[in-house]
């Protein structure tokens, strides 16, 4: 690498800090992007990237060992840690027969439950013993920080041995009432599900998973909770609805209702979020919360997940609370506006009808 190629990378990365971006995607034949308070932005003043830029950038911030595995599968995901300034998720990548990058910005410090707005709702949830918590959402949904919050409350508050499974780990926890043991999948253990097969036996208290990739990941999960363990997983769905379908509709029908039974037994609560803009540039959180309330548990016993919404729409003094909701009173409070409450809403017209009512 050139000294001129190691002045423009860092030069860009600390645009990244400084701007508080928290992504930037190199990709050939494009300027560096960047994403601010949501919105993509072109680093124009940044030449636009050729493909041995891009091959010093891969140089940059893989060494020898992740370039070997590169090189093998075509893509690669690993935490990066730039001059004690930032730590990024790194994930490098093909498309149309050039290799890409993206950096997501890790934060420096763990989020608390009170920072991130969840304090109230999900403090509750971190205390439970045994039992499934979902974390869902889309990608920069804030679902990683979540979890990083989640852990850290417990960690802080209630003591216990805590292993986490990530891919890859991107906040360090220092133990204070807790044991942690992060375990990265692709370099500690080989995949998610070989290494929650590993724990079965172990004397674990809390598990974190921070992806369900497989079919096989997901029945250990379940086998865990059942086990006595509270489990803590993030998923990609879009409603705590479809979360629940989707979860169960992956077994095979041999298995789902074992699974069915299971997730109506041990479910503590599905968390569904997302980051919004709001009307002064910055990002709001917006979130749907179930709670495996018993009503809840006998309606996922019987596969009856539709009527479930109308337990979530009834139940806002047991915590409970919809997307949309969450989404309506953004809006009635001034934070983000309509059209954009729209756009994030899982049914726009039970949105509206809601706004209509005030």
Same mark, same amino acid.
Request: proline share 2%; aromatic share 6%.
């Given at each position: 690498?050139?000294?001129?190629?190691? =002045?423009?990378? !860092? *030069?860009?990365?600390?645009?990244?800090?400084?701007?508080?971006?928290?992504?930037?995607?190199?990709?050939?034949? !494009?300027?560096?992007?960047?994403?601010?308070?949501?919105?993509?932005?072109?680093?124009?003043?940044? $030449?636009?990237?050729?493909?041995?830029?891009? $091959?010093?950038?891969?140089?940059?911030?893989?060494?020898?060992?992740? =370039?070997?595995?590169?090189?093998?599968?075509?893509?690669?995901?690993?935490?990066?840690?730039?001059?004690?300034?930032? %730590?990024?998720?790194?994930?490098?990548?093909?498309?149309?027969?050039? +290799?890409?990058?993206?950096?997501?910005?890790?934060?420096?410090?763990? *989020?608390?439950?009170?920072?991130?707005?969840?304090?109230?709702?999900?403090?509750?949830?971190?205390?439970?013993? %045994?039992?499934?918590?979902?974390?869902?959402?889309?990608? !920069?949904?804030? *679902?990683?920080?979540?979890?990083?919050? &989640?852990?850290?409350?417990?960690?802080? !508050?209630?003591?216990?041995?805590? /292993?986490?499974?990530?891919?890859?780990?991107?906040?360090?926890?220092?133990?204070?009432?807790?044991?942690?043991?992060?375990?990265?999948?692709?370099?500690?253990?080989?995949?998610?599900?070989?290494?929650?097969?590993?724990?079965?036996?172990?004397?674990?208290?809390?598990?974190?998973?921070?992806?369900?990739?497989?079919?096989?990941?997901?029945?250990?999960?379940?086998?865990?909770?059942?086990?006595? %363990?509270?489990?803590?997983?993030?998923?990609?769905?879009?409603?705590?609805?479809?979360?629940?379908?989707?979860?169960?509709?992956?077994?095979?029908?041999?298995?789902?209702?074992?699974?069915?039974?299971?997730?109506?037994?041990?479910?503590?609560?599905?968390?569904?979020? %997302? =980051?919004?803009?709001?009307?002064?540039?910055?990002?709001?959180?917006?979130?749907?919360?179930?709670?495996?309330?018993?009503?809840?548990?006998?309606?996922?016993?019987?596969?009856? +997940?539709?009527?479930?919404?109308?337990?979530?729409?009834?139940? *806002?003094? $047991?915590? &409970?609370?919809? /997307?949309?909701?969450? =989404?309506?009173?953004?809006?009635?409070?001034?934070?983000?506006?309509?059209?954009?409450?729209?756009?994030?809403?899982?049914?726009?017209?039970?949105?509206?009808?809601?706004?209509?009512?005030?």
């Amino acid at each position: 690498m050139t000294t001129t190629e190691n =002045l423009t990378i !860092n *030069r860009i990365l600390n645009a990244v800090a400084e701007r508080k971006a928290t992504d930037v995607h190199f990709v050939v034949g !494009n300027n560096p992007i960047i994403r601010i308070n949501g919105q993509l932005t072109d680093l124009a003043d940044e $030449e636009v990237i050729n493909p041995e830029f891009l $091959e010093s950038l891969i140089n940059f911030f893989a060494g020898e060992d992740k =370039l070997e595995i590169l090189k093998k599968k075509k893509e690669i995901k690993f935490a990066f840690n730039w001059l004690d300034k930032a %730590r990024f998720r790194v994930y490098i990548f093909k498309q149309k027969g050039y +290799y890409s990058i993206s950096l997501k910005l890790v934060p420096q410090q763990v *989020r608390s439950l009170e920072e991130i707005g969840l304090a109230k709702a999900v403090a509750g949830f971190c205390r439970s013993k %045994r039992g499934l918590i979902f974390v869902s959402g889309p990608f !920069n949904s804030g *679902r990683s920080s979540t979890m990083s919050a &989640m852990i850290d409350f417990i960690n802080k !508050n209630i003591g216990g041995r805590i /292993l986490s499974f990530e891919e890859p780990i991107e906040q360090i926890f220092i133990n204070q009432k807790s044991m942690i043991e992060q375990r990265e999948v692709g370099q500690d253990v080989d995949s998610f599900s070989q290494g929650l097969a590993s724990i079965k036996d172990e004397d674990v208290d809390v598990v974190a998973v921070s992806k369900v990739d497989s079919i096989e990941s997901l029945e250990l999960i379940l086998e865990l909770a059942e086990s006595g %363990r509270l489990v803590m997983a993030m998923v990609d769905y879009d409603s705590a609805i479809s979360c629940l379908e989707g979860l169960i509709s992956d077994f095979p029908q041999s298995k789902k209702q074992w699974a069915q039974d299971v997730i109506a037994d041990y479910l503590v609560s599905i968390i569904v979020q %997302r =980051l919004v803009p709001t009307v002064q540039g910055g990002m709001v959180l917006a979130v749907e919360i179930l709670i495996g309330s018993s009503s809840v548990k006998s309606l996922i016993k019987e596969g009856r +997940y539709g009527n479930v919404e109308s337990i979530i729409q009834t139940s *806002r003094a $047991e915590g &409970m609370i919809s /997307l949309d909701y969450s =989404l309506a009173e953004l809006v009635r409070t001034g934070k983000i506006a309509q059209a954009e409450a729209i756009k994030q809403a899982v049914k726009p017209q039970v949105l509206m009808a809601s706004l209509k009512k005030q």
